[in-house]
């Protein structure tokens, strides 16, 4: 990891705790590209805008929550993965997850995929 | 995972365990697209032929040497993840891994990204 997509990640990982519209799309301009895609298995974004507006229903949906990565960034060739977690107000986490991100040349997030849960063990 | 994309990624994983390259190569026709790309933290291929000479030094290297999916496959929207392990000759595990995967619309893996270990937990 350089110290660019160092920087954009966190921007960007603060962006999903940000209720605030204002200041959670100054973090996506900070570490979000502006034609940059977010996929999980609830929904996707095109862009930066519809990315600050899918946080916007998560916040909406689960007041006080909030998401925070919860391992060292992994990465090679500018492949990185790391996992994350979801609390609810009071803490208690409700769902973990893994994120798969790739990185504009000025080093902001270009694409995340997001898995939910650990990766399923064999016969499950 | 559809059909096509499960045979797709059961030939791709096969011809890691493949060491004649007519047969390897063949398996990489069904399951690993012309102009597919693979990459991990110790090397990459570009195209299908790129693939399979890697394979074949990795299986110079370390006759005897099998690689194995570990887990089920995690997939939404195109994109999965799935966990491997390197055995030596002996069947003693000596590198476990995770793969990140994206298809061909006709189902053939389109792009590999490998990543070696587990994800390393905050602090390391």
């Known amino acids: 990891m350089n110290d660019a997509m160092n ?5 960007y990982a603060a962006a999903w705790n940000e209720t605030d519209a204002e200041k959670r799309e100054h973090l996506l301009e900070k570490g979000f590209a502006p034609d940059g895609t977010y996929i999980d298995p609830a929904g996707k974004a095109n862009g930066r805008q519809e990315l600050s507006t899918m946080i916007a229903g998560f916040l909406d949906n689960r007041p006080g929550s909030t998401i925070e990565i919860d391992s060292e960034i992994d990465e090679h060739d500018g492949y990185a993965r790391f996992t994350w977690v979801a609390k ?37």
Chains 1, 2 share one sequence.
Do not use: C, H, S
């Open 88 to 124: 609810d107000a009071d803490g208690n986490a409700f769902l973990p997850g893994m994120d798969f991100a790739t990185f504009a040349p000025d080093g902001r997030v270009a694409q995340i995929v997001g898995f939910f849960g650990p990766i399923p063990p064999l016969g499950t």
């Open 7 to 11: 920087e954009a990640l966190g921007a």
